[in-house]
């Protein structure tokens, strides 16, 4: 036996030297006691500079940590601890591990590698935001929670539109990030079901080992407190937040699952106030519809409609409905051409509803429809264009909006 475990100890050791070395792409890691499982990269803070490293063991474990270092270089790794604790769930028993990067440099890829105790994950790797104008995509997406055939046939889609959008000299197509507008899994409380739901998140890791950074809102079927746990927010966050991706885009994160009045929608003016001076494209997600294609309206019309119209805010991301819609341009309860556009509703794996195409705001320009799908967001110039991509890749709708400012170094 003794040269077997010499064996095993040069191949750990020259695994810990070479950190550099081929990565894996692996998808539904076992979760068994510390090996690294249920890989993520979050963007909660300013992702040119910070990201959060996240993933689960089945065992508690004693020491976690992230190695990383730029990638391809030979440089020392640095090491960062991670907050680690067990996910609130009843019995079922999964521990989260969560290592907050920062004073990284834009528009860099990492590599990254999690070590939880003697056991380590495959080499990956991921790549910060930029902090200069430049042309980029993101994707929106929401409600994953009912259908987890569809919920994997739509990661591993997105891993490949990842993929193929670095597979060519054009730096418009290229995706930065994946914001996912809440209803993760069926019930928020149930522990086993996000488990599922994170294994599944592993196939949007591309096959060259990127992992592609996700930018979470809560949906109603999210309550409880794991969403906080799984997403590495603070015990007691309200899950409202803004990044900026690039100088140019302000991506602002709201909670329809909170009161959308009171401190969240002076928050939400302030921010659009600040950002409207600053940024070229003024976004919004979250979960609850105001314009919905089937059900009724969330308390978001109120409380943020306003705001959206007050500050010109360009594109609103929407989910909740399991349906395709976008919206005619409104101001004031109105069709208006320097209004506010409004798409939706989620197809991540969900059965999808009927929407209801005679609603005003749905009539042409606008559009509504069904299926499973992802919004691709491109920012070029002074032009956002969307796409909506159909499972099997089909561009079901497509629109641009123009800036209503100039970007900031053009
Ligand atoms: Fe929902």
């Given amino acids: 036996m003794k040269p077997l475990r010499n064996s095993h100890l040069f191949f750990a050791t020259l695994a810990g030297l070479c950190l550099l070395g081929s990565s894996l792409a692996v998808a539904d890691a076992p979760l068994e006691g510390t090996k690294p499982a249920q890989w993520r990269v979050l963007w909660t803070d300013d992702p040119a500079t910070t990201a959060t490293v996240s993933w689960s063991t089945a065992a508690r474990g004693e020491n ?63 790549v910060t935001a930029p902090a200069t104008t430049r042309p980029f995509s993101i994707l929106h997406g929401g409600d994953s929670r009912s259908d987890q055939d569809a919920r994997r046939r739509v990661n591993t889609m997105i891993a490949e539109m990842v993929a193929s959008s670095y597979d060519n000299d054009d ?75 690039g100088p140019d885009v302000r991506f602002v994160t709201l909670n329809s699952e909170t009161s959308t009045a009171g401190d969240q929608a002076q928050w939400l003016a302030e921010e659009l106030s ?64 320097t209004g506010v556009v409004y798409i939706g509703e989620g197809g991540m794996g969900v059965p999808q509803r009927t929407p209801k195409p005679e609603r005003w705001f749905l009539q042409e320009p606008g559009m509504a429809d069904q299926g499973h799908h992802i919004f691709v967001l491109t920012f070029q110039d002074a032009t956002l264009t969307g796409k909506c991509v159909l499972e099997g890749g089909k561009v079901r709708d497509e629109f641009s909006r123009t800036a209503r400012a100039q970007p900031l170094t053009q």
């Fill in 64 to 126: 976690h940590t992230v190695r990383y270092r730029k990638r391809n270089s030979d440089e020392q790794n640095s090491i960062q601890l991670a907050d680690s604790g067990r996910y609130t769930g009843g019995e079922f028993e999964l521990y989260y591990h969560h290592a907050r990067l920062s004073e990284l440099e834009p528009s860099t890829a990492y590599e990254v590698q999690m070590v939880s105790d003697s056991e380590q994950s495959p080499v990956f790797y991921f």
């Fill in 171 to 245: 730096e418009a197509d290229d995706i930065l990030a994946l914001a996912h507008g809440g209803d993760y899994i069926v019930s928020g409380t149930k522990m086993d079901l996000w488990s599922m739901w994170l294994s599944d998140h592993e196939l949007t890791t591309g096959p060259d080992g990127r992992l592609l950074p996700l930018i979470p809102a809560r949906g109603n079927h999210d309550k409880g407190k794991p969403f906080n746990e799984v997403f590495g927010f603070p015990e007691d966050d309200l899950n409202y937040y803004s990044i900026s991706i």
């Fill in 274 to 337: 600040q950002s409207r001076k600053s940024h070229c494209w003024l976004l919004t997600q979250y979960h609850r519809p105001v314009y919905p294609a089937v059900k009724e309206p969330g308390a978001g019309l109120k409380s943020w409609v306003p705001l959206f119209e007050k500050f010109n805010v360009d594109l609103v991301c929407e989910a909740d409905g399991h349906n395709i819609k976008r919206t005619v341009p409104i101001r004031n309860g109105k069709h208006d051409e």
